[in-house]
């Protein structure tokens, strides 16, 4: 994003948001409301950006990777977590897939940011304090990928700095009621780059989190290691990425678990982006924990 700000819908003449139809937005600040829609929710996860990354998602995202796992594994006894979920959108597609399972865990490194209300405007904050999204009236803005945008919208952070936050939830509505319902289902705070804490599960899902547009190699291999150290010999990795290139369907590849590193199990006609990596993977077979 060049300016990393954007109008809001309905708020403008019409003519002026059919000009400007690309930087016209849905107000995301609808996530503080109870009575938000699941699909109005999901929507606004593309302004949440939090920790480098975007947790822009959608339903039914994975069909084919998703299908890897279904054709390749009895899932009954086997527990799933689902790294960098989002707000567990696609996790909830996973379950609804799913034969049978013991436990499945939607994590993500951000469940939860607070925000702050002046006049009409809500400012978001991440778990450190940074304010990531301003909202007004008529524009929306991103502080925390401008300079520009922070020094624009300072006299309201300011004012915001001293009003009280609250919390708030970045699990779908439809999770939310999932989660109220199978007690089979759980959140976890995770982040990639560290290792999964005992017990561990039996297969993890990446999905859209280790890209090249967000991490080096060298740190996706370092989340891999980590990734690796999360699963117990003979555990389940299913990669997936929604490439940009356009008509490219989404990619996929599962791979198990082996002392050394992962063997190639099943992929997608197309290799996801980080394929080559994880089959490249080498870990000491003493390595037990990966380094942060
Ligand atoms: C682009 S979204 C992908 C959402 C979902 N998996 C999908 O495919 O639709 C990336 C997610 O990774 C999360 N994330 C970012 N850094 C992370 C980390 N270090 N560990 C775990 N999750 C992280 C973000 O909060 C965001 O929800």
Redesign the pocket.
């Known amino acids: 994003m060049l300016l990393p700000v954007r109008l809001l819908r309905d708020r403008w003449p019409g003519w002026i948001e059919r000009r400007l139809a690309r930087f016209v937005w849905s107000d995301p600040s609808v996530i503080t409301r109870p009575d938000v829609s699941p699909e109005r929710f999901r929507e606004a996860m593309s302004a949440i950006h939090?920790?480098?990354?975007?947790?822009?998602?959608?339903a039914d995202?994975?069909p084919e990777p998703d299908a890897l796992l279904l054709d390749n594994l009895d899932t009954a006894n086997l527990v799933i977590a689902?790294?960098?979920?989002?707000d567990g959108?696609?996790s909830l597609d996973l379950v609804r897939k799913l034969d049978g399972f013991a436990g499945f865990v939607i994590?993500?490194?951000?469940l939860e940011i607070s925000s702050a209300r002046v006049g009409r405007r809500t400012v978001f904050y991440d778990p450190a304090g940074q304010a990531i999204l301003m909202c007004g009236h008529r524009f929306i803005a991103w502080p925390v990928l401008s300079r520009l945008v922070r020094i624009l919208v300072a006299p309201v952070l300011l004012r915001a700095a001293t009003t009280a936050r609250e919390p708030v939830t970045l699990l779908n509505p439809d999770v939310v009621e999932l989660l109220a319902q199978d007690p089979r289902v759980a959140t976890r705070e995770?982040?990639?780059?560290t290792v999964w804490p005992d017990p561990k599960p039996d297969v993890i899902k990446v999905?859209?989190?280790l890209r090249r547009l967000y991490f080096t190699d060298e740190q996706i291999a370092r989340a891999l290691r980590a990734l690796h150290a999360s699963l117990p010999e003979g555990g389940h990795l299913l990669v997936?990425d929604?490439s940009r290139e356009p008509g490219m369907p989404p990619r996929g590849g599962l791979y198990r678990r082996e002392p050394s590193g992962f063997s190639l199990v099943a992929e997608t006609t197309n290799t996801p982006e980080i394929g080559g990596l994880v089959t490249a993977l080498e870990v000491a077979e003493d390595a037990g924990h990966a380094p942060r």
């Open positions: 939090v920790g480098g990354t975007i947790k822009i998602t959608t995202r994975h689902d790294v960098g979920a989002s959108s696609t994590s993500d490194l951000f995770h982040d990639v780059f999905a859209n989190l997936v929604n």
